[in-house]
Nanobody, 111 residues
């Protein structure tokens, strides 16, 4: 059974940083790509970043240069380092593997 558990969200001031984690189980982690998504209030869920099994990374334009996705194939975890956060980054952040989603972690950027 695939399980994805996000953590690391919180309240941060504009310009601040957060590191999200997605701990996984139930599948062979090293063989699959995973993604980060986010959903802001009253908006549709949007793709943020992807890391494939080879470690190649891809980002939505709005976070390029500020966010970094990484993975640890020993810990079966994926991470999202978010720097220079902006109020428009406020959302619930989810990790995804195929049709499986985590429960999300809230990120709020506000002064």
């Amino acid at each position: 059974q695939v399980q994805l558990v996000e953590s690391g969200g919180g309240l941060v001031q504009p310009g601040g940083s957060l590191r999200l984690s997605c701990e996984t189980s139930g599948f062979i982690f090293s063989r699959v790509g995973l993604g980060w998504y986010r959903q802001a209030p009253a908006k549709e869920r949007e793709w943020v970043a992807t890391i494939n099994s080879a470690g190649d990374t891809y980002y939505v334009e709005s976070v390029k240069g500020r966010f970094t996705v990484s993975r640890d194939n020993v810990k079966n975890a994926m991470y999202l380092q978010m720097n220079n956060l902006k109020p428009q980054d406020t959302a619930v952040y989810y990790c995804r593997k195929g049709d499986s989603w985590g429960q999300g972690t809230q990120v709020t950027v506000s002064s």
